[in-house]
């Protein structure tokens, strides 16, 4: 409704327009009226361009900002036009340009126009006519002649950056007069009827800051909830011009009508935007009108795993500067606060490496590069845009890698280490299978790097950046991705391309895990002879897991199950052969061998650890020997939370990069809040087994079976005053035991409905229904009890972590900003962990909001 009244707005104002007196113009030969004559009404009126055409009306700089006519723009601020005058509807030249830029897609779509498109104000074939404010021309792409065609993208965002920084830039511009903070305008006219009118009916007076705010202030709200307040065309559709405000000084805290930015851009789905958000420090405890949080808002609408980033990019943003230190240093200090946040942005990610937190550092990484190129150094530019790339790798989040790399590779063409930075995330599995264009240009960044690599002298500023360990050089790594090409497409060890296969089966989403199982056994057959097998063997063991998962869930007596799409599960294709939880019990046990194997041969750490401690645990929770599966996570999550503490306490000169610290640990798998849902999956798996079973064992009971359960895994229930008698038919008991089986998630009502039916009239299935019912309930309790102790033991391990990083903060300041991240995954696992009394009151304020809530906190 709101881009509907803002469209005639403009169709009637430029009716009108057409219907003015044109007398007085200085006319060409062409007609058009001379611009460069300073006598021309139409440059004095640029000179003065803060006159209205009527009362509340457009000027000429809102016209130039909602069409996105930077250079008219630029022209206009020049000649002495005002950037924070408002138009009728309150809006400034800022809001005019965000509009603009939200609802051009939507005007193109209308025309039948490209998006894709750029606009080109007065682009006409030889530039004799101009076009009308608010119409866009289709440009002319590659010099062919011919109009851009193909698939929507956001290249018309360009025209709209280049006037919000042509505003932002301005010296009059006033960033006040812009943010329109809700509640101070709010506070000031609090005492007149809400119209701007006092108690006696005459217009109040507003002082200060407050003064420059319009009467009618209908868009009187931040720029950034206009970047959220609308669905627009896509989703995240204005990230770029919300990025760039945040790092102009913009309060990410900003409202509308009472309802946060962040709840906006949460409820609008726009995801990058609601992270940016968070990491320049919005509020996420921040309550809706409705009474939720901003964070139990995204678990509601998103689920377990996007609330949980959002609250690491909160940790991240606490981990630079305080949010209104940051603000507060962007809005004085300008370039150079936006230097020093973009310096202790950087710190926070090195910091963030040390620990192995991955997703944080990643989070830091891309807060100090939004500050843009100049408020870095060269080489720390560099830095910052490499460690990001090999972050998102490590968290196998390939695309967001290689979109990174190219940034670094555009900024730095000439350095090696950018072309493999390239390189190596497109060749990434989480990025899928390579296609033969992608591995031309995999070679082509491998051939380029050697050959700067022959020419080089070795004195190059970047030679500081390479590794220290000779095996990870740029050189090297050069050699890797042209042999990961010749690989693919020559000749190759018939085990490799087997192998080859099953990964590509495996990693690439939609994939036939049936088809990856197939081609791993090939490729660990002796005759083919592989040259490196022993890794194999850790594959095989993750393929036959997720094989397992799949049949479980195809055959599952819960709809929630089939139907569930997390973060941890894989997008494979459906499978072929559902076959049944026998097999799926034997494929966990393969997986379980696999890892064990794996785990005893890599006795000198040759091969990553990928954690198969904690591997060998889930395999046993997935077979319900709980305590064992307790044990091996203990030891595993105890290992690496004291290998991350004791590179958090080298405070070597030279930092590390992403990609080096991963090897030195030789673990790879992420940090242990990844190892909660691991384990919560593993005993769901563990559920699915134990209701498939015990409904087969109901279903086919008689007499010789009635009197022993199926497995040993199932505990033996025993519940007082309950007597089973096969000539006495318990529908009753069954009836009160099928509810409580559907609150365990064992099965849901379609699927009580159909075990009733096969097993109604007989009394030995009846029967066996009740004990195999009861027993798996019994079983799944002694899980849920063992992964409680054991987030009892890790949150106290962690918790340990927490008070060695905070000692070594004291003193040598080298790890000061992992302790937020660190103190948040003590809480996931416990709650109720025992917190240091000696952290600092930002730390324990963070620990109560996450434990009670915003307001039982204060």
Not at 725 to 739: A, F, G, R, S, T
Request: proline share 4%.
């Amino acid at each position: 409704v709101m881009l509907e009244k803002i469209l005639n707005e403009i169709e009637k104002e430029v009716e009108e327009s057409k219907e003015g007196d044109d007398e007085g113009c200085n006319l060409n030969a062409e007609g058009l009226e001379d611009l460069t004559d300073p006598n021309s009404a139409v440059y004095s009126h640029v000179a003065n361009s803060n006159v209205l055409p009527k009362e509340g009306g457009w000027a000429a700089i809102h016209f130039a900002c909602d069409s996105g006519n930077h250079e008219g723009l630029r022209y206009l601020l020049e000649a002495g036009a005002d950037p924070n005058l408002t138009e009728r509807m309150g809006a400034t030249p800022l809001h005019r340009v965000i509009l603009g830029a939200g609802k051009y897609p939507l005007t193109q779509l209308r025309s039948g126009k490209s998006i894709g498109n750029t606009a080109s104000v007065g682009g006409g074939d030889n530039g004799s006519k101009m076009a009308l404010p608010g119409v866009v021309k289709s440009k002319v792409v590659g010099g062919s002649g011919k109009k851009g065609e193909g698939a929507p993208d956001n290249k018309y965002l360009d025209d709209y950056m280049k006037c919000l920084k042509h505003v932002l830039d301005s010296n009059r511009f006033d960033l006040m007069a812009n943010e329109r903070k809700e509640e101070e305008y709010q506070r000031a006219s609090k005492q007149n009827d809400g119209k701007g009118n006092n108690k006696n009916g005459e217009k109040a007076k507003m002082t200060g800051k407050m003064a420059n705010l319009p009467k009618d202030d209908g868009f009187g709200f931040s720029p950034l909830c206009l970047c959220v307040c609308q669905g627009y065309t896509a989703r995240d559709a204005l990230y770029p011009l919300l990025e760039h405000l945040l790092t102009r000084g913009f309060d990410p805290n900003a409202a509308m009508c009472g309802v946060s930015a962040l709840h906006i851009a949460l409820r609008n789905a726009h995801y990058g935007c609601a992270f940016a958000l968070t990491r320049a420090g919005a509020n996420i405890n921040a309550v809706h009108p409705d009474g939720k949080t901003a964070l139990q808002a995204s678990e509601l609408i998103y689920g377990e795993s996007f609330a949980r980033e959002l609250r690491e990019a909160s940790v991240v943003a606490m981990a630079v500067a305080d949010p209104t230190r940051r603000r507060d240093m962007l809005r004085d200090q300008g370039r150079e606060g936006a230097k020093k946040l973009a310096k202790r942005a950087m710190n926070a990610g090195h910091s963030f490496v040390k620990a192995s937190r991955w997703r944080e550092a990643a989070g830091a990484y891309s807060e100090a590069a939004a500050y843009g190129p100049r408020s870095l150094p060269t080489r720390e530019r560099f830095e910052c845009l490499r460690n990001m790339s090999e972050c998102f790798l490590q968290v196998e989040r390939g695309l967001k890698s290689e979109e990174v790399a190219r940034q670094l590779l555009k900024e730095f063409p000439r350095v090696p280490l950018a072309m493999i930075a390239v390189g190596e995330a497109m060749s990434h599995p989480s990025c899928g299978k390579l296609t033969p264009e992608q591995l031309k240009e995999v070679n082509k960044y491998a051939d380029d790097a050697l050959k700067i690599e022959k020419k080089s002298d070795g004195k190059e500023w970047w030679r500081t950046l390479e590794p220290t360990n000779r095996s990870n050089s740029s050189l090297l790594r050069a050699l890797k991705l042209k042999g990961l090409v010749e690989g693919r497409t020559k000749e190759q060890n018939p085990a490799v391309k087997v192998a080859n296969t099953a990964l590509d089966e495996y990693f690439t989403p939609g994939g036939s895990i049936e088809k990856a199982a197939f081609a791993i056994e090939l490729a660990l057959k002796p005759e083919l002879n592989h040259p490196s097998p022993l890794p194999l063997h850790g594959i095989r063991g993750f393929i036959y897991y997720s094989w397992a998962s799949e049949i479980l869930r195809a055959n599952s007596l819960c709809r929630t199950d089939r139907e569930r799409k997390d973060g941890l599960l894989r997008v494979m294709a459906p499978l072929k052969n559902k076959m049944s939880f026998k097999e799926a019990q034997e494929k966990i046990q393969i997986a379980f061998d696999e890892f064990e194997y794996y785990s005893k041969m890599n006795v000198n750490g040759e091969f990553p650890k990928l954690m198969y401690g904690f591997n060998i645990s889930k395999t046993n929770f997935a077979l319900g020997k709980f305590e064992v599966g307790k044990r091996f996570a203990l030891a595993s999550i105890k290992e690496r939370a004291e290998a991350d503490l004791v590179r958090l306490d080298d405070t070597g000169n030279r930092r590390k990069s992403a990609s080096e610290a991963a090897q030195d640990d030789h673990f790879e798998g992420g940090s242990t809040q990844k190892l909660i849902l691991q384990l919560n999956w593993a005993l769901d798996m563990n559920r699915m087994l134990v209701t498939q079973m015990v409904i087969d064992y109901a279903t086919n009971a008689d007499a010789s079976s009635k009197d022993s359960l199926p497995s040993t895994m199932l505990l033996e229930p025993m519940v007082k005053g309950l007597t089973l008698k096969d000539d006495v038919i318990n529908m009753p008991h069954l009836c009160v035991i099928l509810e409580k089986a559907v609150t365990y998630k064992l099965m849901d009502k379609a699927s009580e409905k159909r075990l009733l039916e096969k097993i109604s009239g007989n009394p030995v299935k009846v029967n066996a229904a009740i004990r195999g019912l009861l027993s798996a309930m019994k079983t799944l309790e002694s899980g849920y009890q063992a992964m409680a102790d054991l987030r009892v033991e890790v949150g106290k391990i962690i918790m340990r972590f927490v008070a060695g990083a905070h000692r070594m903060q004291k003193q040598t300041k080298s790890s000061s900003r992992v302790v937020g991240s660190l103190l948040m995954e003590a809480l996931e696992w416990d709650k109720n962990v025992k917190i240091p009394k000696d952290l600092p009151k930002m730390y324990l304020k963070m620990a109560q909001e996450f434990t009670q809530g915003p307001n039982n906190s204060k």
